[in-house]
């Protein structure tokens, strides 16, 4: 595994929280509001919504703050207005970076997403410059301690996924996009409940980094991670389980 999977793993070695609280609430209640203002205000009939109040519900955000976002979104309630824009870069050893954001201020956020570029030995590139090296897909990661990895298996294949990939700690399950969400309800309704459910950007062929090069990437990584803007960080980097132990234990 590369990119995202890679710093997912370096997060739980660590033994880090995916992110800060408030960060998370912030996204959330972006993500809800954006999803209600393309879709419309009915989880039922909004996939997108659905899936956001189900990530919301699972951080425990009071219902409240989620029906004020819903209502934020379509209308019902002034609140700010919240736009998708992605960047795209690279990092040190021509690592292809791509970077999702939610912000009300695009000039803020370009200036300090390249700044953060610029720290870590990396720049922002022309948008469309890596994103043809990259496959868009459903993930779900599930923890693979306790889990019946081959009934995982036979559900998720049945419910229409695309592959179900193990290592020693996870389990991931791919789809296609447009058959994300369908996957996730069929597998929560049979018993299987993913620790991480996102549409993500996955590499096609990776680069292999090391030394100060991979800690650097790393960083870089790290640094757009926490960002308040920022709803997700793809790259094609690739990196040996030594190289991460380093990261770790550099904390």
């Known amino acids: 595994m590369s990119g995202h999977s890679k710093w997912s793993t370096i997060k739980r070695k660590k033994g880090a929280k995916d992110t800060k609280r408030g960060k998370v609430f ?4 972006r993500e809800i509001s954006i999803a209600a203002r393309l879709g419309g205000g009915d989880p039922h009939a909004n996939p997108r919504l659905r899936l956001a109040m189900g990530k919301a519900r699972a951080t425990n955000m009071p219902k409240e703050n989620i029906e004020r976002a819903i209502k934020k979104g379509t209308g019902e309630l002034e609140g700010e207005s919240y736009e998708e824009i992605r960047y795209e870069g690279y990092g040190p050893a021509g690592v292809a970076v791509i970077v999702d954001t939610l ?3 695009r000039n803020r956020t370009v200036g300090e997403v390249r700044q953060i570029f610029s720290k870590h030995a990396g720049n ?3 948008s469309g410059c890596v994103a043809y090296l990259f496959d868009r897909a459903g993930v779900l990661e599930l923890d ?3 889990l019946d ?6 559900a998720a294949i049945e419910a ?3 592959d179900v990939i193990e290592d020693e700690e996870t389990v991931r399950v791919q789809t296609a996009p447009e058959d994300f969400a369908g996957v996730k309800e069929a597998l929560e309704a049979t018993g299987f409940h993913a620790a ?3 549409i993500q950007m996955l590499p096609q062929t990776t680069v292999t980094v090391a030394g100060k090069d991979a800690q650097t990437v790393l960083k870089l990584f790290e640094a757009l991670d926490e960002h308040e803007d920022v709803r997700g960080v793809y790259a094609n980097f690739d990196i040996s389980e030594e190289e991460l132990q380093k990261a770790a234990e550099a904390g």
């Open 26 to 29: 912030t996204q959330l209640i």
């Open 103 to 105: 912000t009300d201020n």
């Open 124 to 126: 922002l590139g022309a």
């Open 144 to 146: 693979r301690e306790g």
């Open 149 to 154: 990895a081959e009934a995982l298996m036979e």
């Open 160 to 162: 229409g996924a695309e």
């Open 196 to 198: 991480s459910a996102e």
